[in-house]
Each structure stands twice: as C-alpha cells, then as structure tokens.
C-alpha cells in the first residue's frame, strides 16, 4: 500500500478554517488547510491495524460544527455524487458507509436499464430482420447437403423480386403518358315518317311529321374482341363528342328553329343517341357537325406552320416538339447564345420577328393554335318510298384508351397475390425457425452425449448468469460467500476507509458532547 503524500486529500471536502488542540495520543501541529490533518501512514505491511487496547496514533483534524451542519444538508445531494473512489470487487456483505460517504458505483446492486429497450421495441426489431430469417445457417447447410437447392431458391427469388418491382416502376411511367389507339366509330343515321292521321274515333287529329336518330358504336376487331370482356360496360356514344349540331333546312323551318344543338356540360349525363322529331312531309336537307372530345386537348396548326412541321391536328407537346425537331434541323439554335432562337424566313413570317427566345415559344403558338375542325355529315332525311325507316352508316377514326392501359391498372392494384406470396413467405419463415430450433436442440444433446460433467458444468455456469440477468442483482454472491474473496489487495484499503469513517464519525460525537466550535 502507498504512503498518502503530505498535502493531496483523500476525501477532499472543504471547510472553515480550524483552531488547533491537542489530545492525548495524538501529535500538535498546524491544521490542513482543507481540514485534514496528515493522512495515515502506512508501512511496507499495509495499515496498522487497531486492537482491543486502543488505536495506534493516527492524526486527524477536527471538523467544526459548521462543518457538520453543511455535510447534513448535503446528505442528499451525497447519495448521487462519489467522495472516493472504490474498488468495483467490495463485497456487498460490508456494513454501509456512514453519513457523508456515498456507496461507489461499482457497489450498487441495482441493475441498470437495458440499453436494447422494452420487450415491445425489441420484438419490432425483430420484425424487422425477417428478410435474414429465410437464411439457413452454414451448420444446416453443411449436414443437409439438399439444403443448397433452397439457397438456390432464394437467390433466385430475389433476381425476381427484383425483376418484378423494376417492371412495376415501367409501368407506372408508362402510364403517366397517354396511351391512345384508333378505333373506328360507325355512326347510324336512321329516320323514320310518320304520316298524317285523319280524325279517328278517338279524336284525335295528327300532322305528318319525322324523327331523326344518330347513334353510333365502336367497331371491334378480333384483337380487341378477345381483350374486352363482354360482361364489362361499353362506352356511351356520346362519350366521343364534346358538341353535336345538327342544321336543319332554314328554308323549310325559320332562323328560330332550325339548329338543335347539345354541348357537353361537367353535369352531362351519358347518352347511347340522339334524337330530333319535327312537322314536315317532304325531304329535308340537315348537315350533323360532331365535335370529337380529345383527350388529352388537340389542336389545328396555323396553316403556314402546318405546312413547315408536317402537323395538321395534334396536342400542344407534339407541336411543341414537332418545332423543335424544325430548329434542330435547320440548325437556327444562336452558337453563342443558346437560349436563343434565330429564326429563317419561313418563321419569320410566322412569328413576325427575327429572334426568340425558347421561354416565348409557348406564347407565340398561342395565337397559332385554334379549334380542331369538326365532323360534317351532309344527309337528306327523305319522306319518301314504301319504308318507312331509311338508315345511312358512316365511319369515323377515333382515339381511344388502349386496353393494355385497363390490364397495367388491373396488375398494380390487384393484391391477391400479394396475399399469396404473403401467407407462403410466412410459413417459410416458421419453417426456418423450427430447423433452426432443432439445430439448437441436436447440439444440446451432443454436447451432453460427448461430456456429461464439463457440459452440467457449464450450463450450471450458464444458468446462473441468466438467473443473475434475469435479477436486479449485481455480482457474484457465490464468490463473496467465500474467505478468500476477502483476502484480495482491495480489502485492505476497504477495512481502512470502514475505520477512517468510523473515527470520524465518533470524532463528530465528541466535539458535539464538549462543545468545541470554531474560533
């Protein structure tokens, strides 16, 4: 044990300067400046122990009253904060430290919380690490040489897995943009007379008079036949259109009546036709104007600019990119300024001005871009011949929404496999953790079957530091049950901190019964 120097504290604790008194045993001297006189001295043998007969000389200062009072109100403050420091092997059998010295750190026998969290967070984490989960362990692998045929399968569930999400993210770019194809619309245009009725029994009086139908359906190829299901909802015929108009002779019925029009509305309701009856008894000439509903909006190009791009009717991007493939071409993109556009003679008159900037092209068109034209049908609603109901057919080109676009929907929202692979991916999994259970179980019993003693051993071993884990104890009581725990070098030092704080405290007692105070 090593001699405490002259001058460095132990405890280092400060209090009011002291007045110096001699006692029996003890030698004079100066008081410490924090309090202390000379700290004990210790020979090659270690401390000098004390007997029945008394103590060994052993100098200490005297604490004033004042001293007390500010060590009692910091009792509290004492139990978290260490005075000393103390070997972590003292026994948790040795008496408690008296007031004012703290148990060290390594002496509380609570444990401390477990840094892995609760047993909920825990279990999330193991969620978590499903994916690892499907995984044999090398040991299984190596006495199941089969078991490579499921690795196998693995690792080419993944490659599929992989496979699968990358054509998933294709198809969802995919219809981000517009997938059209051309149908052809049949359109019917039947009408049929009703001739005038004579007064009859029943009184009534009718005017010959017509009506006019215009009704339509989507053409069907053997292709699209096979992809639509029959028991899906067709299209309503007047889906296709944004206005119909339908003129009629101003001759035979005026300026007020010869117009009958419809126009799409955001309340619209869907309609398989159109129907138009009025008076008359004799042909009528009508022309039918049908206003395709594009979607996404299209657009007739001036026609000096049609005429350069090669574009009649198309959307804004199209023509917008129909332009750009133009300046690319002809190479009218500015060397030096790149944002500029410098236009030919052809665009010139177009745009009326020499230079542009790529930012004023979606203005400029603007005024460039007007109204697709409409659908005109000429047709003579005629009164005449022995049948009554006369019907004429025209056909028409329309965009329509591909049916592949209906099946890419149809994959990504369907979840029944989803399902599927789900409930299979979790019996795998309770599969590979009862193999992995067994595995622990096998070893078990060979371990038992090669060495029974050294295997109860350690598991006796093993038992108890998961007893000890499963307590708030800290330590190994087996261990301080014994007479040679206490022979270790810190017990020396442990048996004169218990005295040191034994004399203080007596010392304490003392000064109170003689009423010495602080000068």
Not at 62 to 86: C, H, L, N, Q, Y
Not at 365 to 394: F, Q, S
Request: glycine residues 6%.
């Amino acid at each position: 044990m090593m001699q405490q120097p002259h001058g460095q504290h132990r405890f280092p604790q400060p209090g009011p300067q002291v007045r110096p008194y001699q006692q029996p045993g003890y030698p004079g001297g100066p008081p410490r400046p924090g309090g202390y006189g000379p700290g004990p001295q210790m020979g090659p043998g270690g401390p000098r122990m004390m007997s029945h007969g008394g103590m060994p000389p052993h100098p200490y200062a005297a604490r004033s009253e004042k001293s007390k009072e500010s060590s009692e109100k910091e009792k509290a403050r004492d139990k978290t904060k260490d005075i000393g420091s103390m070997r972590p092997g003292m026994s948790p059998g040795m008496h408690p430290p008296p007031h004012g010295m703290q148990t060290p750190h390594g002496m509380d026998r609570k444990r401390p919380p477990d840094p892995r969290g609760t047993p909920q967070q825990m279990k999330q984490a193991k969620k978590k690490k499903k994916v690892a989960d499907k995984i044999l362990p090398q040991r299984v692998r190596d006495l199941v040489p089969e078991s490579q045929a499921y690795m196998d399968l693995l690792a080419f569930e993944r490659k599929l897995d992989a496979t699968i999400m990358r054509k998933r993210l294709d198809i969802q770019e995919a219809l981000k943009r517009p997938m059209k194809q051309k149908r052809k619309l049949r359109i019917f245009i039947s009408n049929t007379f009703y001739p005038a009725k004579s007064e009859g029994e029943d009184g009534d009086e009718t005017v010959a008079s017509w009506e006019l139908r215009v009704e339509g359906r989507l053409l069907e190829d053997a292709a699209s036949a096979k992809l639509n299901d029959s028991s899906k909802m067709k299209r309503k015929f007047s889906s296709f259109f944004k206005s119909l108009v339908i003129e009629l002779d101003k001759e035979l019925y005026g300026p007020d009546n010869h117009l009958v029009e419809w126009h799409r509305t955001p309340t619209t309701q869907e309609t398989d036709g159109f129907q138009v009856k009025r008076p008359g008894d004799q042909n009528v000439k009508c022309t039918v104007l049908l206003m395709l509903d594009y979607q996404p909006p299209q657009f007739k190009l001036d026609s000096r600019l049609a005429r350069i791009l090669g574009v009649h009717t198309q959307t804004r991007s199209v023509i917008i990119n129909a332009l750009w493939q133009y300046i690319k071409t002809h190479r009218l993109q500015d060397h030096h300024e790149r944002e500029y556009i410098n236009c030919d003679k052809y665009l010139e008159q177009i745009f009326e001005c020499k230079r542009m900037k790529f930012a004023e092209i979606p203005g400029k068109l603007h005024g460039l871009l007007m109204p697709p034209d409409p659908i005109v049908i000429n047709h003579v609603i005629t009164v005449e011949g022995p049948d009554a109901r006369k019907t004429a057919c025209y056909d028409i080109d329309v965009e329509v929404d591909d049916t592949l676009k209906q099946q890419m929907n149809s994959f990504l929202l369907s979840t029944a496999s989803q399902h599927e692979i789900g409930s299979l991916d979790s019996k795998i999994h309770e599969t590979v953790e009862t193999i992995n259970q067994l595995k622990t179980n096998r070893e078990f019993f060979l371990s038992f079957a090669k060495n029974p003693q050294e295997f109860i051993n350690n598991w006796l071993i093993s038992q108890s530091r998961d007893l000890k884990t499963m307590t708030d104890v800290v330590g190994n009581p087996e261990e301080e049950r014994r007479a040679d725990y206490y022979y270790q070098p810190w017990s020396q030092e442990a048996v004169c901190r218990y005295f040191y704080s034994k004399v203080q405290q007596r010392r304490m007692e003392l000064e109170q019964a003689l009423g010495i105070r602080n000068s």
